[in-house]
């Protein structure tokens, strides 16, 4: 799929978040042509508010958005860039670091830590993954007080050029 991507100057696709995922990483604006109810909802919000892309529900807005995108060259640049602003080639190898960290203190915790370790690291695995995830946003500059309703919290990082999204793509990430 990377290849393919790789010859596009824009992706029309549902919202599905492992294809928005990749889009974002390869740098490409997207074109939303529909989502499934509920769960793909946020990544509608997430593409559009964040300025990579627009969502048309019928065939002729589509059609309209993908007309208008390669007739303003700037405007496609400028999504482009915002795209690989936000992609996260290397998420999938950080929330593993992350997982791995959690299980290693659980053992260290359930077996006995070395000798000095004060005590057993509080909390159930979910909550320490929680709160891992929410360190490594701090991190990176992400605001992890973003968000709304039950939704897990997203925001784009604070260089970005674009409002909070609830969900989405990143909810991925940060729905611990």
């Not at 990544?43 to 993908?66: C, F, H």
């Not at 482009?80 to 959690?102: K, N």
């Not at 990176?140 to 997203?154: I, S």
């Amino acid at each position: 799929m990377s290849e393919y991507m790789a010859a596009c100057d824009m992706l029309v696709t549902k919202a599905g978040p492992g294809t928005i995922a990749e889009a974002l990483i390869r740098g490409l604006p997207l074109v939303i042509s529909g989502f499934l109810p509920g769960q793909e909802e946020g990544n509608v919000s997430l593409v559009v508010e964040a300025g990579v892309g627009e969502s048309g529900g019928t065939p002729d807005a589509v059609a309209s958005i993908v007309s208008r995108f390669l007739g303003d060259p700037e405007q496609l640049a400028a999504m482009a860039g915002r795209a690989r602003d936000l992609g996260r080639p290397d998420a999938a190898r950080q929330i593993a670091a992350d997982i791995w960290e959690v299980a290693t203190d659980h053992v260290a915790a359930t077996v006995g830590g070395e000798e000095g370790d004060d005590a057993p690291r509080s909390g159930s695995v979910t909550a320490r993954l929680a709160a891992v995830a929410r360190r490594r946003r701090l991190l990176e500059g992400w605001d992890v007080d973003a968000g709304g309703g039950g939704a897990p919290p997203f925001a784009l990082p604070r260089s970005g050029s674009g409002g909070a999204a609830a969900g989405g793509v990143a909810g991925l990430w940060s729905g611990w």
